[in-house]
């Protein structure tokens, strides 16, 4: 009697050995199910992040879209990164930026404005930022008869075509292989007021301001042709002269007017002692704004000591005051004979011209524009 019980102690024993072995094997179990989905999960998460990367790398699946983008000096690589994304050229910039470090062509990026869109994967675009970008935009830039070289070098920055800076220093500075200004001296852009031919062009943005200034100077060659050159020269003038009566007429023209203007500048200049009292005064409002910075003259303007002030001093400016359109330039050559000496704006937008002062102070009399 005295050995069931040990009996039993040892069945107990045995059957909780057995409970666990099976507890540790069912927990065996449970961690490899539990490890085999885990696997599976990262890896069908991680197939499906490189199946997104894999789409955003190689710009696939992406809805159609055309941007035009435009650089800075200042842009950094994370900015110009964060503004594709805004436009959707991009899904991940962390992915963009480790790609173009990669690729070595994130210091390939340079300023300007460039067309891109989503049909173009990484490296496309990348490569369509960079200096020789095929796909860099284009601007057509329209020079107006009549600007002056500062309103156009402004004009053309505007247009971010060429900053103001770069294109003073180039006009300026750089020796341009043309006759017409061989004689006109270095040091001051201000040597190119006139010969900047008004015109529709087209440029990439940005754009060599080499370039851009000798595309326009070459236009002005272009249009004053070798028969022109050869008239002028017949007369005793000389280029520099016709432009700076051109840029006058430009200036002061209605638009209809241009040969008998011309008539007055010829008449004043040619005929000093003429009994119409202008005593080779030209007296022409445009070259104070000229030298005022644009603004409507007013009397003290008339103070202004400068050459290029014509109620100050007589005969022509010592330059062009504007860059004048093609009939501008053909009135300047060929005027209008008259007797001329004055004009004045009427009421009707139009100008009037008369032989006497007198006749001029007359007929502004009954116009309200002068009362």
Same mark, same amino acid.
């Given at each position: 009697?005295?050995?069931?019980?040990?009996?039993?102690?040892?069945?107990?024993?045995?059957?909780?050995?057995?409970?666990?072995?099976?507890?540790?094997?069912?927990?065996?179990?449970?961690?490899?199910?539990?490890?085999?989905?885990?696997?599976?999960?990262?890896?069908?998460?991680?197939?499906?992040?490189?199946?997104m990367a894999a789409n955003d790398i190689l710009a696939l699946n992406k809805p159609e879209k055309t941007i035009t983008i435009?650089?800075?000096?200042?842009?950094?690589?994370?900015?110009?990164?964060?503004?594709?994304?805004?436009?959707?050229?991009?899904?991940? $910039?962390? =992915?963009?930026?480790?790609? /173009?470090? @990669? %690729?070595?062509?994130?210091?390939?990026? !340079? #300023?300007?404005?460039?067309?891109?869109?989503?049909?173009?994967?990484?490296?496309?675009?990348?490569?369509?930022?960079?200096?020789?970008?095929?796909?860099?935009?284009?601007?057509?830039?329209?020079?107006?008869?009549?600007?002056?070289?500062?309103?156009?070098?402004?004009?053309?920055?505007?247009?971010?075509?060429?900053?103001?800076?770069?294109?003073?220093?180039?006009?300026?500075?750089?020796?341009?292989?043309?006759?017409?200004?061989?004689?006109i001296a270095l040091g001051d852009y201000h040597r190119l007021e006139g010969y900047l031919y008004p015109d529709t062009y087209?440029?990439?943005?940005?754009?060599?301001?080499?370039?851009?200034?000798? $595309?326009? =100077?070459?236009?002005?060659? /272009?249009? @004053? %042709?070798?028969?022109?050159?050869?008239? !002028? #020269?017949?007369?005793?003038?000389?280029?520099?002269?016709?432009?700076?009566?051109?840029?006058?007429?430009?200036?002061?023209?209605?638009?209809?007017?241009?040969?008998?203007?011309?008539?007055?500048?010829?008449?004043?200049?040619?005929?000093?002692?003429?009994?119409?009292?202008?005593?080779?005064?030209?007296?022409?409002?445009?070259?104070?704004?000229?030298?005022?910075?644009?603004?409507?003259?007013?009397?003290?303007?008339?103070?202004?000591?400068?050459?290029?002030?014509?109620?100050?001093?007589?005969?022509?400016?010592?330059?062009?005051?504007?860059?004048?359109?093609?009939?501008?330039?053909?009135?300047?050559?060929?005027?209008? $004979?008259?007797?001329?000496?004055?004009?004045?704006?009427?009421?009707?937008?139009?100008?009037?011209?008369?032989?006497?002062?007198?006749?001029?102070?007359?007929?502004?009399?009954?116009?309200?524009?002068?009362?």
């Amino acid at each position: 009697m005295a050995q069931e019980p040990r009996r039993t102690s040892r069945s107990s024993q045995q059957r909780e050995r057995t409970s666990s072995r099976v507890a540790k094997r069912s927990s065996g179990v449970g961690f490899m199910l539990f490890y085999v989905v885990f696997v599976i999960g990262i890896s069908a998460l991680l197939a499906c992040v490189g199946w997104m990367a894999a789409n955003d790398i190689l710009a696939l699946n992406k809805p159609e879209k055309t941007i035009t983008i435009t650089i800075t000096e200042q842009d950094s690589f994370g900015t110009v990164a964060s503004r594709l994304k805004e436009e959707g050229m991009i899904e991940s $910039k962390l =992915l963009f930026n480790l790609f /173009a470090s @990669f %690729t070595g062509a994130k210091d390939k990026i !340079v #300023a300007g404005t460039f067309t891109l869109n989503t049909d173009m994967d990484y490296r496309a675009l990348l490569s369509g930022m960079s200096a020789n970008s095929a796909t860099k935009a284009t601007v057509n830039v329209t020079i107006p008869e009549g600007y002056n070289i500062d309103q156009i070098f402004k004009l053309l920055e505007e247009k971010g075509v060429a900053s103001v800076e770069e294109l003073q220093d180039m006009a300026a500075t750089h020796d341009y292989a043309f006759s017409f200004l061989q004689d006109i001296a270095l040091g001051d852009y201000h040597r190119l007021e006139g010969y900047l031919y008004p015109d529709t062009y087209t440029f990439t943005t940005p754009q060599n301001p080499l370039y851009v200034i000798n $595309k326009m =100077l070459v236009q002005f060659d /272009a249009q @004053f %042709t070798d028969e022109m050159r050869q008239e !002028v #020269a017949n007369k005793g003038q000389t280029i520099h002269e016709i432009l700076t009566v051109a840029s006058l007429i430009e200036k002061e023209t209605d638009g209809t007017d241009r040969k008998d203007i011309a008539s007055v500048i010829y008449n004043r200049l040619n005929n000093p002692n003429a009994s119409a009292g202008t005593n080779g005064y030209l007296q022409i409002d445009a070259t104070l704004a000229y030298i005022n910075g644009g603004l409507i003259p007013i009397e003290a303007d008339k103070q202004i000591d400068s050459p290029y002030n014509t109620y100050m001093y007589k005969g022509l400016p010592p330059g062009p005051i504007a860059n004048p359109g093609l009939e501008s330039i053909q009135a300047a050559m060929n005027p209008n $004979k008259t007797s001329y000496y004055y004009y004045v704006l009427g009421d009707d937008g139009k100008h009037s011209f008369f032989k006497t002062y007198n006749s001029m102070q007359n007929f502004m009399a009954t116009q309200k524009l002068y009362q």
